[in-house]
T-cell receptor
């Protein structure tokens, strides 16, 4: 119940395309859902986050879509650029969980 | 305003030696988390500490691993009698509040056990 399942494991997108990464959770007490971006050799950095009182949040080219009934959330990267090539992690926390639980990550490669 | 500082960035140990990883949280942050990242895998929670207290160590292996966050100085993750399976990147993150919330990560300490 503490798991966050993430897919796909890897993704190749052409420059200008849309990258979509999906996550699912089971613990209905989770109330905070961030996405982190990690470049090789670096630590993860917060990209965008959502709470379940809204179904969508947009920041620039990055959008989180949240489906509370399905217990799923996804990251959409519009107009993907080679500089977006990185590993993306979804995560969740809330309720009695005093820590962020991370998905297994998606390695995104944006081809020029 | 310096970010989360971890050192050493790279550490090589032989089997049976001890590894000590240090983490200085961001200024004003009193909540520290340690995560382990194995190659091609996600971030696995290890331990959550506040000053002088271990709040949640549910992700720590029962043996050889310990963590502390003293009143003064950095948080320390200590691995005794290292084995090859301990080779990984260890990330520290800090937060200004409990029940995160945004976590601010350091750049990690990469441990290689020969």
């Amino acid at each position: 119940q503490q798991q966050v399942k993430q897919s796909p494991q890897s993704l190749i997108v052409q420059k200008g395309g849309i990258s979509i990464i999906n996550c699912a959770y089971e613990n209905t007490a989770f109330d905070y859902f961030p996405w982190y971006q990690q470049f090789p050799g670096k630590g993860p950095a917060l990209l965008i986050a959502i709470r379940p009182d809204v179904s969508e949040k947009k920041e620039g080219r990055f959008t989180i879509s949240f489906n509370k009934s399905a217990k799923q959330f996804s990251l959409h990267i519009m107009d993907s650029q080679p500089g977006d090539s990185a590993t993306y992690f979804c995560a969740a926390s809330g309720g009695a969980t005093n820590k962020l639980i991370f998905g297994t990550g998606t390695l995104l490669a944006v081809q020029p | 305003n310096a970010g989360v500082m971890q050192n050493p960035r790279h550490l090589v140990r032989r089997r049976g030696q001890e590894a000590r990883l240090r983490c200085s949280p961001m200024k004003g942050h009193s909540h520290v988390y340690w995560y382990r990242q194995l190659p091609e895998e996600g971030l696995k929670f290890m331990v959550y500490l506040q000053k002088e207290n271990i709040i949640d160590e549910s992700g720590m292996p029962k043996e050889r691993f310990s963590a502390e966050f003293p009143k003064e100085g950095p948080s320390i993750l200590r691995i005794q009698q290292v084995v090859r399976g301990d080779s990984a990147a260890y990330f520290c993150a800090s937060s200004p509040v409990a029940n995160p919330g945004e976590l601010f990560f350091g750049e990690g300490s990469r441990l290689t056990v020969l």
